[in-house]
């Protein structure tokens, strides 16, 4: 079964930095690309970042362009999204995600399978 499981959000301040994990299971991560989303409070879903397989396509919204890096780890079947410079803005629940696709960018509505999410809350 694919799994998605969400880590690493937390309480910060502006200005800081969180880096939030995506630990998969039930499938090769290294043959499919995956993706960063986020869901703040009365928001829609948007997507933030997406990495294809050989890291050939990374894609950033542009709110968070120059902020945050997604990478991943194949071998240890991880995706992680570091955040810097975080602002009250970024606050939402995010997930990842994927559609079991070998390009970016991975769009909300044709995503499969999803985390639980992991929340970030950017406050002073």
């Known amino acids: 079964q694919v799994q998605l499981v969400e880590s690493g959000g937390d309480l910060v301040q502006p200005g800081g930095s969180l880096r939030l994990s995506c630990a998969t299971s039930?499938?090769?991560?290294?043959?499919?690309?995956i993706g960063w989303f986020r869901q703040a409070p009365g928001k829609e879903r948007e997507g933030v970042s997406c990495i294809d397989p050989n890291n050939d396509t990374i894609y950033y919204v542009d709110s968070v362009k120059g902020r945050f890096s997604i990478s991943r780890d194949n071998a240890k079947k991880m995706v992680y999204l570091q955040m810097n410079s975080l602002k009250p803005e970024d606050t939402a629940v995010y997930y990842c995600?994927?559609?079991?696709?070998?390009?970016?960018?991975?769009?909300?509505?044709?995503?499969?399978?999803w985390g639980k999410g992991t929340l970030v809350v950017v406050s002073s």
């Open positions: 995600a994927t559609d079991l696709g070998i390009r970016c960018p991975i769009m909300v509505p044709s995503m499969r399978y």
């Open positions: 039930g499938f090769t991560l290294g043959y499919y690309a």
